[in-house]
Nanobody, 119 residues
Framework: QLQASGGGLVQAGGSLRLSCAPSGRTFSTYAMGWFRQAPGKSREFVASISWSAGSTYYEDSVKGRFTISGDNTKNTVYLQMNSLKPEDTAIYYC??????????????WGQGTRVTVSS
């Protein structure tokens, strides 16, 4: 029900923009979040945005480099990632839920898109 796209291979210092679009339903009453899972690690919160309040939250390591935004008309959320580092390498997942940093508060998940940052 959520389709994540935009991942790929990029050199350190480069940029990527991830997109997350709904399929089959809308999530206009939900907040949207991005999580990531690096190889051998647990999935972690990256950023979230509230459609109603427009508020955004970021994990500390991505503040100032990543920007989450949304297009209400398309119910699509984006994650602009700049100044990418090798440690940003992970599978990135979008999710719909209450907008917190906790996985269990998200009800719907996309399939993930892989981001690889080479040094």
């Amino acid at each position: 029900q959520l389709q994540a796209s935009g991942g790929g291979l990029v050199q350190a210092g480069g940029s990527l923009r991830l997109s997350c679009a709904p399929s089959g339903r809308t999530f206009s009453t939900y907040a949207m979040g991005w999580f990531r899972q690096a190889p051998g690690k647990s999935r972690e919160f990256v950023a979230s945005i509230s459609w109603s309040a427009g508020s955004t939250y970021y994990e500390d390591s991505v503040k100032g480099r990543f920007t989450i935004s949304g297009d209400n008309t398309k119910n699509t959320v984006y994650l602009q990632m700049n100044s990418l580092k090798p440690e940003d390498t992970a599978i990135y997942y979008c999710a719909a839920g209450v907008g917190s940093k906790f996985e269990y508060e998200y009800d719907y998940w996309g399939q993930g898109t892989r981001v690889t940052v080479s040094s």
